[in-house]
């Protein structure tokens, strides 16, 4: 805790030089301040006094280094490059010693590395600053600060900030541009943490003022602040480790055995599942202590950087190292304590996520090379013809002229607009690729290339070190420039370009790709540099150690800083223009984003898929992982390829796919080129109805999920979640990753491996129903791992007790199943309750939410009755075919214990009298205690209208 500038007392322990900062009561007399002043003199200043006199130095006139004698497990690299002998080792200051066991290193930090605190700690208006001295130790890779400054700032009572800068000269950080950071102006009030301080060498420990849990503690490394080499260690509360990505993740919790993960935007396929860097760069984890709260910290750097995950020794806590090679350490720690309240703390810092179009919650389906026209028109009519719902298709790089982004090849696919139109026609939607890359050639008739003409003349592109030429690379178009999408000229040029191209091709969303950026030979057609940005003193453990390859030159220059600093950001600015560019084509409607590369708080702008894996098991099975980690990072509009990108499917991994599929938040089947088809209309009809089945659950459900994006988007909780999310005490929760929720109330179990027909499920304790049958799982199964029937043409799906979701009557799109009467499913908890909540706006209006022109309603049911209480009407409230002017046709309550005899159900508006529903439309099972109620379309129970049903 802390106390208000003028109300603090500190405390010290010579012996452990900490202090720390804890409430006193008010009002104390002024000799007693002064005495609080005299024991901060003598608990700070004079210790560091007393250590700096009494150090030992070597020959070389360093500090002699003090080895560690604890536990190996506690070590911390200090040759983290590789290639240390003991010679080398030493020469940097460091300890040596070969570890017992595989894992530890030999070459590792003494306990007198880092820096010390200089004139005692300042109070500011927020909280803390400290100035550090550089101890008197070998540099790892040249440029250490001697001098640098932390600040802390007690931001809220659930966020606290600690910067670690270098206060003589400004260093490269994140611009505003690409992410707004909140600004606190006054000091939280009730803070849920503790701060303890360390002088020599300095660190810092927070820890959770109810249960003393480690949030943070940077004494297990030393802190290093070099040029070009930053690195601290910290603790955690547990071995619960979630998040850090972009990567495969086999496993949703971390592996802490020694794993280094490397964060560096990449064109990399995740199909290796190794520890490659991949798309996106987010160094944000999430931690659940061992009581089953939890907590968040997020580095705020673009630089590229490794953590390494350490088990720490038994009697101690885990260990996280990060190493940087740029910029500032810049963390911001969320206290929670439930997980959700970690992703709408962290979400609220770096921005909430979209509320995508309704439409973009459909089936979508995709493919890199079409061949031309008539083979994509055989392609929609067959899966139109099948009967899946299907809402979206896609438009990969083959419908390009020459791959050049804004044309289209008015041969092989002559009548492209017609075939748009016809989409549209059927309720259907068109997204086309875009990618960075703009080919510096003439068109195929020898005209210009308006977008490369006009780029020149605006100079969008991202200069060679020089500042003044373009960098030339080669992409698909052949050679090519890369827009500097952080320049605002950028911006402008590159909307005009999208306006432009929708009056020829009226596409509906946009999906940008290759923007790592991805280029096809090392750096630039005449290579890069030999300067410390292409060659810095330490890489990361990033695919091929080196820096430029498979991208641009890191000496290159853009608008936000060299390459060097803002490469992880390029897909995420290009996220930012596309936007911007998608509001001037759609000024009234949402559209959709789909991008590749992400970084923090992407989300705002764009979803984002799991890029080109392949057609295996194995993949399939990680999907549910990455999508998971995505739902930490902010970026819930998230999906895998369904069937996979790479290699053949076969018709039993699809049909398992399509089934996981139907339940990711983006739903796209998409493959490669150079393998099969894989559309589902190419199986057997069996294949087909089981894919027809699970699309039209996923259609019926559709209501609930979209109201689970609005939760998403003004309060940052997630959409897909695992059970831990829910069940955060429940310990067994904290490995299932093979099973996810939407939002809280529906759980899905998917077969995940060939020639299986049972799935083993984990239903926490609280009552599970079967979603298509409303029975309640089978025999003593709460807390259990249950084995459960899944034939080829079933998925699992269970509702949690204690749960109210909307529904809607399904369709081929989701322009004729919006028009469709509504439903409910009630599922009721041990206490013969639920409640749930519905979101309804038009679909696709930009401003809805801020307009208020949705309705809203919330649901809560008991053993006698069932209430819709409505709470916000669209404006001008609903008239004959209006959005909002539907009914609910069905409700549906499971686990209801009713009396014998034909239940009397009645049901009309809550403050008004209640009509009677006819017992043809009423079933009652007794064995299984479920209630439906159907055909209730005539009994006008509008959606806009506060409700009342009673049974009984």
């Known amino acids: 805790m802390y106390q208000k500038q003028d109300d603090y007392d500190e405390f010290g322990d010579q012996s452990l030089m900490l202090t720390e900062y804890r409430p006193r009561r008010k009002n104390r007399r002024p000799v007693l301040i002064c005495f609080c002043i005299l024991v901060v003199f003598l608990t700070i200043v004079i210790p560091v006094a007393i250590v700096v006199s009494n150090r030992r130095h070597g020959s070389s006139g360093f500090v002699a280094p003090e080895c560690p004698s604890a536990d190996e497990r506690e070590r911390v690299d200090c040759y983290p490059e590789g290639g240390a002998s003991q010679s080398r080792c030493e020469a940097r200051g460091c300890c040596w010693g070969q570890p017992s066991t595989q894992g530890p290193p030999s070459c590792f930090y003494p306990v007198n590395h880092g820096y010390e605190l200089v004139g005692g700690l300042q109070r500011t208006p927020l909280g803390y600053k400290a100035a550090l001295r550089r101890l008197n130790t070998p540099a790892m890779y040249g440029g250490d600060m001697q001098n640098i400054e932390v600040t802390v700032e007690i931001q809220q009572d659930y966020r606290l900030h600690v910067k670690v800068s270098d206060p003589k000269r400004p260093r ?293 070190a020089d500042g003044v030429t373009d960098l030339i690379g080669e992409v698909w178009p052949g050679t090519t420039v890369f827009p500097d999408f952080t320049n605002p000229t950028t911006v402008q040029w590159w909307g005009d370009h999208c306006e432009s191209f929708h009056s020829v091709i009226p596409y509906d969303g946009l999906w940008i790709d290759m923007n790592e950026p991805k280029t096809f030979k090392n750096g630039s057609l005449t290579g890069c540099g030999d300067d410390r940005w292409n060659y810095p003193p330490y890489v ?19 608008y936000w800083g060299r390459h060097y600093d803002v490469h992880s950001l390029y897909g995420h600015s ?166 996810f929720l939407w939002g809280s109330g529906l759980l899905i179990s998917p077969v995940l491996t060939p020639d299986t027909i049972t799935v083993d499920a984990y239903f926490p304790d609280t009552p599970w129903y079967d979603y298509l049958t409303g029975h309640e799982v089978e025999g003593d199964y709460r807390g259990q791992t249950v084995t459960l029937d899944a034939p080829l043409n079933k998925i699992n799906v269970h509702v949690r007790g204690g749960t109210i979701l909307p529904t809607q009557q399904p369709a081929n799109t989701t322009v004729y199943s919006r028009k469709n009467p509504m439903g409910l499913l009630v599922a009721m908890d041990d206490s013969s309750a639920a409640s749930g909540t519905l979101f309804w706006d038009d679909g696709e209006s930009i401003d809805s939410v801020e307009r208020q022109d949705y309705a809203f309603a919330n649901f809560t049911a008991s053993s006698t009755e069932l209430l819709c209480e409505v709470v916000n009407v669209p404006l001008g ?64 129970l509008k959606i806009t209208s506060s409700l009342r049903v009673t049974w009984g």
């Open 172 to 464: 490269y950080e994140v611009p505003e541009a690409a992410l707004k950071r909140p600004l606190a102006t006054t000091l939280a009030e009730n803070p849920l943490y503790n701060l303890t301080f360390t002088s020599n060498p300095f660190s810092l420990k927070v820890t959770r003022n109810s249960t003393g849990a480690t949030i943070f503690d940077t004494s297990v490394g030393k802190l290093t602040f070099g040029d070009q080499f930053l690195s601290v260690s910290t603790r955690l509360a547990s071995s619960n480790l979630y998040g850090l990505g972009e990567h495969v993740h086999r496993r949703y919790r971390h592996d802490l055995n020694w794993k280094t993960w490397p964060f560096f935007t990449r064109d990399s396929s995740p199909a290796a599942g190794n520890s490659d860097n991949l798309y996106g760069q987010h160094p944000f984890y999430m931690c659940v202590e061992e009581d089953g709260n939890a907590n968040g910290v997020f580095l705020l750097n673009s630089n590229a950087m490794d953590v390494t995950l350490q088990p720490g020794a038994p009697d101690s806590a885990p260990i996280v190292t990060y190493r940087v090679i740029g910029g500032v350490l810049d963390f911001y720690m969320f206290l929670g304590p439930s997980p959700e309240n970690v992703v709408q703390q962290y979400t609220e810092m770096i921005g909430r996520s979209i509320m995508p179009a309704y439409w973009a919650l459909g089936f979508q389906l995709s493919r890199w090379n079409y061949t031309d026209i008539n083979k994509l028109r055989r392609v929609v009519q067959r899966t139109r013809d099948t009967g899946i719902p299907y809402d979206v298709q896609y438009g990969d790089i083959d419908y390009m002229e020459d791959t050049k982004d804004f044309t289209y090849d008015a041969d092989l696919f002559q009548g492209l607009p017609d075939l748009v139109q016809n989409l549209h026609d059927h309720g259907q939607k068109y997204i086309v690729i875009l990618d960075p890359a703009i080919g510096n050639t003439n068109r195929r008739d020898g005209s210009p290339y308006l977008p490369y003409e006009s780029g020149l003349q605006d100079d969008v592109f991202v200069k060679n």
């Open 540 to 558: 990361p453990a990033i695919k091929g150690k080196l820096m430029y390859e498979r991208t641009l030159c890191m000496d290159t220059l853009q």
């Open 574 to 739: 290009m996220a930012i223009a596309t936007h911007s560019a998608m509001r001037r084509v759609f000024p009234d409607k949402r559209g959709i984003i789909i991008t590749r590369a992400n970084f923090v708080g992407t989300g705002q702008y764009s979803g984002h898929w799991l890029g080109d894996n392949k057609s295996a098991w194995e993949d399939m099975e990680w999907s549910i992982t990455g999508m998971l980690e995505f739902g930490l990072f902010g970026i819930p509009y998230i999906g895998a390829d369904i069937c996979g990108f790479l290699l053949d499917t076969t018709e039993q991994l699809c049909q398992r796919w399509m089934q996981l599929g139907a339940f990711y938040p983006y739903s796209r089947n998409h493959n490669h080129n150079d393998f099969i088809d894989q559309d589902p209309a190419v199986f057997s009809q069996s294949m087909i109805d089981s894919s027809r089945d699970v699309m039209m659950t996923r259609y019926t459900l559709m209501p609930y999920l979209y109201t689970l994006f609005y939760h998403a988007h003004v309060a940052g909780t997630t959409v897909v979640r695992p059970l831990l999310h829910e069940f955060p005490t429940d310990s067994n929760t904290w490995d299932v990753d093979r099973q």
């Open 877 to 940: 409230g609903p008239t004959a075919g209006h959005w909002a002017d539907l009914r609910y046709g069905t409700v549906s309550v499971y686990g209801l214990a009713l009396g014998t005899g034909t239940p009397t159900v009645r049901a009309g508006p809550s403050s008004g009298p209640l009509q009677t529903v006819a017992t043809s439309r009423v079933q009652y099972d007794r064995d299984n205690q479920v209630l439906l109620l159907t055909d209730l379309n005539d009994m006008d």
